[in-house]
């Protein structure tokens, strides 16, 4: 062992936890496996002082560091570069769900605990912690604050930065900021753990938080509903917002096809439906504070009103727990059943709901007059504005040969997405597949005020540099 970087690493964590990069196997690669960096070494702190110390010696030894939590992202954020600079960090060993407050209604966890872990531990307190995704059982705690992940309970709950009161960060300098406030009400200065979180890892590495808990629902609706058009799903919300008031907590969006792919993908699906006649579908979730009878009648109700409004063709309640997981799991296998059929482009934005019919009606005549026989896999959060607008290969393109067209088609999307009032990255962050991407969607005021956050905070680029923004863009 030469690298004096590591033999420092090693003083300090020993030798099973600070091993040279290559160690790191398959964490050097993105989650697509499209990015590939190499690491000077790899650590696993178990503390807040180590991972200090780990900072504090990365900048003096000229090196950055990349935290990295269940490496689920889909921006590359966690990839270090092939530069060999980057220590690659994971805090798998500080998993601890260090305090369950009740009478606060809060939760303390390390940031090296996987979601489900930290949804675990509030539902034996009989608390609810309402963060939900499809990676729930491999992301981190550190990975969702860092891209202030959202989920299929946004609508009701917020995403992760709503969820969350205090933090502990390290940061660039390699100081501990114990920022771990329970508090719902503190109006001291800069919202400074705002900042942090979504940050990507490239402003502070987040080693703790407190988040909110709430009441366990008591019982639940969910219901499958088919549409007309997009105008009529998002009039649906509208009319599904007033008729369940807060106890909406999901809204997904499906497109026909996409539905049809879970099927043919994942044989023993159960549709809700014998015949997906209709193009557009969603999935609604009702939480509720009563009895189970009760939420199906709020949720029948509702649906009797949207059937008479003409806002739905047709709906499928679930009647029975059983029946509503087999609901929620064709929404859960829909990006597999696509990564199944083949890559394809994802696209993960947000828009005014009134813009929306327009946006997918405007953007899929522009592709396919420039990219002919593109097929569109359209899902998503609908109850948030948020489209998970993806575009496979014509039957009969390789996929290959589509992927070679990614700048070129994501850059009709965006640029509608943009003229339509929205945002290129609704939930997965910016990382380093869409930096480049900013500069066109920014205003300079807006982009250079993010650079002079970068270098006030990390002064010397530590950590996770290269992502979200790029410094050597904005004259010292
Ligand atoms: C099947 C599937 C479904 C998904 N569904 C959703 C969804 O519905 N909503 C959604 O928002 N995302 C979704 N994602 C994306 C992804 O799961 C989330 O972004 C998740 O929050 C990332 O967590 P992670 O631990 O894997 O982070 P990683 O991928 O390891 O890292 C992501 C970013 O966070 C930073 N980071 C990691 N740990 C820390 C830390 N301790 N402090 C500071 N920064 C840190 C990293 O440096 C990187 O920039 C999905 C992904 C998959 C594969």
Request: aromatic share 6%; net charge negative.
């Amino acid at each position: 062992m030469t690298d004096p970087l590591l033999q420092a690493l090693v003083a300090v964590l020993g030798e099973r936890h600070a091993e040279p990069g290559a160690a790191a196997g398959s964490r050097l690669s993105d989650k697509h496996q499209h990015y590939h960096g190499k690491a000077r070494a790899f650590v696993r702190p178990a503390s807040t002082e180590q991972v200090a110390a780990v900072v504090r010696l990365c900048a003096e030894h000229g090196a950055c560091v990349v935290v990295q939590g269940g490496n689920t992202g889909l921006m590359a954020a966690a990839t270090p570069d092939d530069s060999g600079r980057a220590v690659l960090m994971s805090l798998e060993r500080m998993n601890a769900i260090r305090e369950v407050d009740t009478a606060n209604d809060t939760l303390t966890a390390e940031a090296g605990c996987i979601l489900r872990q930290v949804q675990l531990a509030a539902e034996g307190a009989g608390r609810l912690f309402p963060l939900s995704l499809g990676a729930e059982g491999s992301c981190t705690l550190g990975g969702n604050l860092g891209t202030n992940a959202g989920g299929t309970a946004v609508l009701r709950y917020g995403n992760t930065r709503d969820l969350t009161l205090g933090l502990e960060v390290v940061t660039a300098e390699g100081e501990i900021w114990h920022g771990l406030r329970g508090l719902r009400k503190d109006n001291t200065g800069y919202a400074l753990r705002d900042l942090y979180i979504g940050s990507e890892g490239t402003l502070g590495i987040i080693t703790a938080a407190t988040l909110k808990l709430f009441p366990l629902p008591a019982s639940r609706a969910t219901a499958y509903v088919s549409f007309n058009s997009l105008g009529d799903g998002v009039a649906l919300l509208a009319h599904a917002r007033a008729g369940l008031s807060a106890g909406l907590t999901g809204f997904e969006l499906m497109s026909a096809g996409c539905l049809a792919l879970v099927a043919e993908q994942f044989p023993g699906s159960v549709l809700p439906f014998d015949r997906l006649e209709q193009p557009w579908y969603a999935l609604l979730e009702l939480s509720y504070h009563g009895e189970h009878h009760e939420a199906l009648e709020c949720m029948e109700r509702m649906l009797e009103g949207a059937l008479a409004q003409g806002l739905i063709v047709d709906a499928s309640l679930a009647q029975s727990l059983a029946q509503s997981q087999a609901m929620w799991q064709l929404r859960e296998n829909m990006s597999e059943a696509q990564a199944r059929e083949g890559r394809n482009m994802k696209h993960d934005i947000s828009l005014p709901l009134a813009r929306m019919e327009a946006f997918v009606a405007s953007t899929a005549e522009r592709l396919q007059a420039r990219f002919p026989g593109v097929r569109h896999y359209t899902f998503g959060h609908l109850g948030d504005g948020n489209l998970h607008y993806n575009v496979a290969s014509p039957l009969g393109m390789s996929v290959a040969e589509h992927m070679a067209r990614y700048s070129a088609l994501s850059r009709v999307v965006h640029d509608n997405v943009h003229a339509h009032g929205g945002s290129i990255s609704a939930e997965h962050g910016i990382g380093l597949r869409k930096r480049d991407e900013l500069p066109r969607y920014k205003s300079s005021v807006e982009l250079n005020l993010m650079r002079r956050l970068k270098r006030a905070l990390d002064p010397l680029n530590v950590l996770n540099p290269g992502k979200v923004v790029a410094l050597e863009a904005m004259p010292e």
